[in-house]
């Protein structure tokens, strides 16, 4: 029975000050089931499943729980509160030139505001620039942001990214929105999300490239950028474009990686340019990624990595930060289970080409 049910209900005798409880009970209840995905108590929402962008995370977080595993904090606060859904709050932190505590400290970071306390009592401030360019115009406009709301300088990352350092929280939203005014972006470059995306460093310009990537890094930006369902995952993702030039992309290092191959006459496939795809890299780990034998057509590079990072939020470890990458999915699983699972996604079988190219 509902607070209004009870309003409504002849023989319910409640007093003002209960009924004024219950209101408040309801209230809370469905605020939380609105958090979780969860449709609101009276339509159709009593023990059903969440609904929404967010509801194959929270489908896993709870699939955890009933195994008898108890969630990483990370977890708990992406389910309290989705950080896409606070940025009001981040702005109201702004006003009053305040930090936020831990909970709002790993949120903050879908909008690439990382609070580096103990280091620096401030803000870092990472981008999204895919395939690392961007426009004079852009450079130029990063570097204003960075003398008006930073330290005066930016940093340049192992991803062909930006960082502004030394913001301080009352700039925070300044950054932010300023980024924006450039037509680049923050958004997602921090935290449980797919990071900047990397292509080769001298994509359209080297005469010796089997494929110019950059078309392909930007169709994958905005994909991941519009899907709001692609974020929140077990842990960080990272995913790279070869193209084969002089000047490689390190894709081996990335949780995906597409290297451009040239198929020759004979093969499974008909001959021509392809992706070829390894899986399982970390940067920094020595863990490089192994190649799948599967080939595809570059243009379907989105689709496939779209599959294989909705197979890893079903069931990537939400329990162990140290163990929440793909890689670990993979040891588990092994490669054949994995594929299959990624084809199930797509609904179709992935080509393989398993002799020499």
Same mark, same amino acid.
């Given at each position: 029975?509902?607070?209004?049910?009870?309003?409504?209900?002849?023989?319910?005798?409640?007093?003002? +000050?209960? &009924?004024?409880?219950?209101?408040?009970?309801?209230?809370?209840?469905?605020?939380?089931?609105?958090?979780?995905?969860?449709?609101?108590?009276? +339509?159709?929402?009593?023990?059903?499943?969440? $609904?929404? *962008?967010?509801?194959?995370?929270?489908?896993?977080?709870?699939?955890?729980?009933?195994?008898?595993?108890?969630?990483?904090?990370?977890?708990?606060?992406?389910?309290?509160?989705?950080?896409?859904?606070?940025?009001?709050?981040?702005?109201?932190?702004?006003?009053?030139?305040?930090?936020?505590?831990?909970?709002?400290?790993?949120?903050?970071?879908?909008?690439?505001?990382?609070?580096?306390? *103990?280091?620096?009592?401030?803000?870092?401030?990472?981008?999204?620039?895919?395939?690392?360019?961007?426009?004079?115009?852009? %450079?130029?406009? $990063?570097?204003?942001?960075?003398?008006?709301?930073?330290?005066?300088?930016?940093?340049?990352?192992?991803?062909?990214? /930006?960082?502004?350092? +030394?913001?301080?929280?009352?700039?925070?939203?300044?950054?932010? +929105?300023?980024?924006?005014?450039?037509? /680049?972006?923050?958004?997602?470059?921090?935290?449980?999300?797919?990071?900047?995306?990397?292509? #080769?460093?001298?994509?359209?310009?080297?005469?010796?490239?089997?494929?110019? #990537?950059?078309?392909?890094?930007?169709?994958?930006? %905005?994909?991941?950028?519009?899907?709001?369902?692609?974020?929140?995952?077990?842990?960080?993702?990272?995913?790279? %474009?070869?193209?084969?030039?002089?000047?490689?992309?390190?894709?081996?290092?990335?949780?995906?990686?597409?290297?451009?191959?040239?198929?020759?006459?004979?093969? $499974?496939?008909?001959?021509?340019?392809?992706?070829?795809?390894?899986?399982?890299?970390?940067?920094?780990?020595?863990?490089?990624?192994?190649? #799948?034998?599967? $080939?595809?057509?570059?243009?379907?590079? #989105?689709?496939?990595?779209?599959?294989?990072?909705?197979? %890893?939020?079903?069931?990537?470890?939400?329990?162990?930060?140290? &163990?929440?990458?793909?890689?670990?999915?993979?040891?588990?699983?092994?490669?054949?289970?994995?594929?299959?699972?990624?084809?199930?996604?797509?609904?179709?079988?992935?080509?393989?080409?398993?002799?020499?190219?």
């Amino acid at each position: 029975m509902t607070a209004a049910d009870a309003k409504e209900k002849p023989d319910a005798k409640f007093s003002g +000050e209960q &009924k004024s409880y219950l209101e408040g009970l309801i209230s809370g209840v469905q605020a939380k089931r609105a958090a979780q995905g969860l449709k609101p108590l009276g +339509e159709g929402g009593g023990a059903g499943e969440p $609904v929404g *962008p967010d509801a194959a995370h929270l489908k896993a977080q709870t699939k955890t729980e009933a195994s008898g595993k108890k969630l990483v904090d990370p977890e708990k606060w992406k389910r309290e509160e989705h950080p896409f859904d606070a940025y009001s709050r981040l702005n109201e932190q702004a006003a009053k030139n305040e930090f936020p505590k831990p909970p709002d400290n790993f949120r903050w970071r879908y909008y690439g505001l990382f609070y580096v306390a *103990p280091n620096q009592d401030s803000y870092m401030c990472r981008l999204r620039i895919p395939n690392g360019i961007l426009s004079a115009a852009q %450079f130029e406009g $990063v570097a204003r942001i960075a003398e008006d709301f930073g330290g005066g300088y930016a940093h340049v990352t192992t991803r062909a990214n /930006l960082q502004i350092r +030394e913001i301080a929280a009352a700039n925070a939203i300044n950054v932010i +929105e300023g980024i924006q005014d450039l037509g /680049l972006t923050s958004r997602g470059s921090g935290a449980d999300n797919i990071r900047n995306v990397t292509g #080769t460093p001298t994509a359209g310009i080297d005469p010796q490239e089997l494929l110019d #990537t950059r078309p392909y890094a930007r169709s994958w930006h %905005f994909h991941v950028l519009n899907d709001r369902s692609l974020t929140g995952l077990p842990r960080k993702f990272n995913v790279a %474009f070869d193209g084969a030039g002089q000047v490689a992309a390190l894709e081996e290092t990335n949780d995906i990686g597409f290297s451009a191959v040239e198929v020759a006459e004979g093969a $499974v496939v008909p001959a021509g340019l392809y992706f070829r795809l390894v899986l399982g890299g970390i940067t920094g780990h020595r863990d490089l990624a192994r190649d #799948t034998g599967v $080939v595809l057509p570059p243009a379907d590079a #989105t689709k496939v990595a779209d599959a294989i990072v909705r197979v %890893f939020v079903d069931s990537g470890d939400r329990t162990n930060r140290n &163990k929440a990458r793909l890689k670990y999915v993979l040891d588990a699983w092994g490669f054949d289970t994995f594929l299959a699972a990624v084809e199930e996604k797509l609904g179709r079988k992935l080509d393989r080409v398993t002799r020499r190219m």
